[in-house]
């Protein structure tokens, strides 16, 4: 059974940090790239950062550059995302999500909540 478990979400102040971590399991990790999307209230979902299956490429969406950084541990099929310096505008859902484009594969989390408040 394929699982994504995101987990490390909650409240935090502006300027703050959190780590977001996504457990796999069922499939093999290490065979696909991770992506984590958000989705704010009434706003479409949005990609926020990729990275390869090997960890070799790295990309964010322009918003978070400087602030965010992805990384993966295949031996532990775990990807993260720190999220360092949070702006009132980062609150979201926040989901990982797994794709290999060879088999056209793709599994989703079920989402971590990410609350920035004062």
């Known amino acids: 059974q394929v699982q994504l478990v995101e987990s490390g979400g909650g409240l935090v102040q502006p300027g703050g940090s959190l780590r977001l971590s996504c457990a796999a399991s069922?499939?093999?990790?290490?065979?696909?790239?991770m992506n984590w999307y958000r989705q704010a209230p009434g706003k479409e979902r949005e990609l926020v950062a990729t990275?390869?299956?090997?960890?070799?490429?790295?990309n964010y969406v322009d918003s978070v550059k400087g602030r965010f950084t992805i990384s993966r541990d295949n031996a532990k099929n775990t990807v993260y995302l720190q999220m360092n310096r949070l702006k009132p505008e980062d609150p979201a859902v926040y989901y990982c999500?797994?794709?290999?484009?060879?088999?056209?594969?793709?599994?989703w989390g079920q989402g971590t909540q990410v609350t920035v408040s004062s």
């Open positions: 069922g499939f093999t990790f290490s065979t696909y790239s």
């Open positions: 990275i390869t299956s090997a960890g070799g490429t790295i």
């Open positions: 999500k797994a794709v290999r484009s060879s088999t056209r594969s793709e599994y």
